[in-house]
């Protein structure tokens, strides 16, 4: 293992691997982390989601990890997520029977903002609201 592949636990990588494994068992809709550039949030999540899929292995959690840049658009978005579903009926799409998609975006704010005001692809990550 080469000294970038380690992560080294301090107060806030427990914290952020305890937030995960609550939320994560509780089901929670969404979680956002934020804080200073370099503070290893996205490797933290990165090793537990790959520690995730593991241990879950055949039952459990299917990781999907997004990585925005400034050239990422709503039809990339839309590609990386629709790898992993599985199409139940017409217009219904989910993980495989069993199983819980758990979805990472990393550089959540980085997709270039068009001449309106959109970043259509993070509009497609909005959560549809039930009338």
Avoid at 69 to 77: D, E, G, I, L, N
Avoid at 91 to 116: C, H, Q, S, T, W
Wanted: aromatic share 6%; hydrophobic share 40%; proline share 7%.
């Amino acid at each position: 293992m080469s000294v970038r592949e380690m992560i080294i636990p301090n107060a806030n990588t427990m914290q952020q691997n305890f937030f995960l494994n609550t939320l994560c068992k509780n089901h929670a809709r969404s979680l956002i982390f934020v804080g200073p550039t370099g503070t290893g949030k996205s490797a933290v999540t990165n090793a537990w989601l790959l520690e995730i899929s593991k241990i879950t292995e055949g039952i459990g959690y299917i990781p999907l990890i997004i990585n925005y840049s400034a050239r990422t658009t709503a039809k990339q978005t839309q590609d990386s997520i629709m790898t992993k579903m599985d199409r139940r009926r017409k217009g219904v799409y989910g993980p495989p029977v069993g199983k819980r998609a758990v979805v990472f975006v990393d550089d959540l704010n980085m997709p270039e903002v068009e001449i309106y005001g959109a970043q259509p692809p993070i509009e497609l990550l909005r959560p549809v609201s039930k009338c």
